[in-house]
């Protein structure tokens, strides 16, 4: 099975979450994974080491070998970085006999109903419990568990969530450096996960879990498949065991994004991700298509238990 599809009844992504230099030019373009030219970052190129080969130091002689100008660098869940250049150079840089290969950056985007994204996760007028979150028989006490949520930011100070402000981070390249959130989306997700039991707003399938805010996402709800990396990485260096990372985000197929999601759901924090809503096969998407231990793509149902018309799919 090449990639598993949890089917679900609602769109808050973690219903199983507590129980988830060589200089010889143009010869090496080859060594270059493409990827689709719509969907591609211009100058922008994603590096993966091979094992054993320490990213930081590595990172920065190449840098000065080639004249790059290096972005983010990955440690954990992947050896790597990320860098702005030519063509030509990402060429020669793939080359080397410690790269394992180099990939085009690519544009990632949120995953939302067909319509919009929603609000966020308060209001007035009592609380309310979402359909989704009562279907699953969720609203269950989570106090004490982590969720990290990998996407447009979280509101640092809304009512209805616990938001670790102290560990949320923002990966925004050329963007506002702050976890807080500038769309919605995040928002949104946070509550569908883990909005509080109390008066006010809805009630989350993890009621009253820590939710911290990894923002790889802009204002327009699109980022960077290097800025979702460097999310990615910082959850595999910093969360624990039994933790959980949604991503309600994806885009064009990416080794480097599946890789590192792979990688970070091996320390045993639990990914769900969304399977995306082209009505195309999951496995045509990333980080949908990612397989692994700890790893959980989630396509959804509709309020009549019926197959989203919109939803991705997968066997």
């Known amino acids: 099975m090449s990639n598993r599809v949890v089917r679900a009844l609602t769109i ?3 219903l199983v979450a507590f129980a988830g230099c060589d200089a010889e030019g143009e010869e090496n373009l080859v060594e270059v994974r493409s990827a689709p030219d719509m969907g591609m970052v211009d100058g922008s190129w994603i590096v993966v080491f091979k094992d054993g080969t320490h990213a930081s130091a590595r990172a920065r002689e190449i840098a000065t070998q080639q004249q790059i100008a290096v972005g983010h660098t990955y440690e954990h869940a992947l050896q790597g970085f990320s860098f702005r250049g030519s063509e030509q150079a990402a060429a020669r840089i793939a080359a080397l006999p410690d790269v394992d ?8 985007t949120i995953v939302g109903k067909p319509g919009g994204v929603g609000g966020g996760g308060g209001g007035g007028g009592g609380q309310v419990v979402p359909w989704g979150v009562a279907r699953v028989n969720g609203g269950v006490d989570c106090t004490g568990k982590t969720a990290w949520v990998i996407d447009s930011g ?3 100070d809304h009512p209805d969530l616990i938001v670790d402000a102290d560990r949320s981070v923002a990966y925004i ?3 506002k450096n702050t976890p807080d959130d500038g769309n919605g989306h995040g928002t949104h997700v946070a509550g569908t996960i883990a909005a509080v039991d109390n008066s006010t707003g809805v009630i989350g399938v993890c009621a009253g879990a820590t939710v911290v805010a990894v923002r790889v996402l802009g204002n327009s709800g699109s ?4 800025d979702v990396i460097a999310g990615v990485d910082y959850v595999a260096a910093n969360g624990n065991n039994g933790d959980v990372a949604n991503m309600s985000l994806g885009g064009p197929v990416s080794t480097a994004l599946d890789d590192a999601v792979k990688a970070a759901a091996a320390t045993g924090v639990k990914f769900a991700l969304a399977a995306g809503n082209e009505s195309d096969h999951a496995n045509n998407h990333s980080p949908a298509r990612a397989n692994g231990n700890n790893i959980y793509t989630v396509s959804a149902y509709d309020i009549n238990d019926t197959w ?3 939803s991705n799919y997968g066997m």
């Open 173 to 175: 390249s050329g963007g």
């Open 154 to 156: 979280v509101d640092l």
């Open 12 to 14: 808050g992504f973690t």
């Open 308 to 310: 989203a018309y919109f």
């Open 101 to 108: 290969y180099v990939e085009p950056d690519q544009i990632a």
């Open 223 to 226: 980022g960077s498949y290097s």
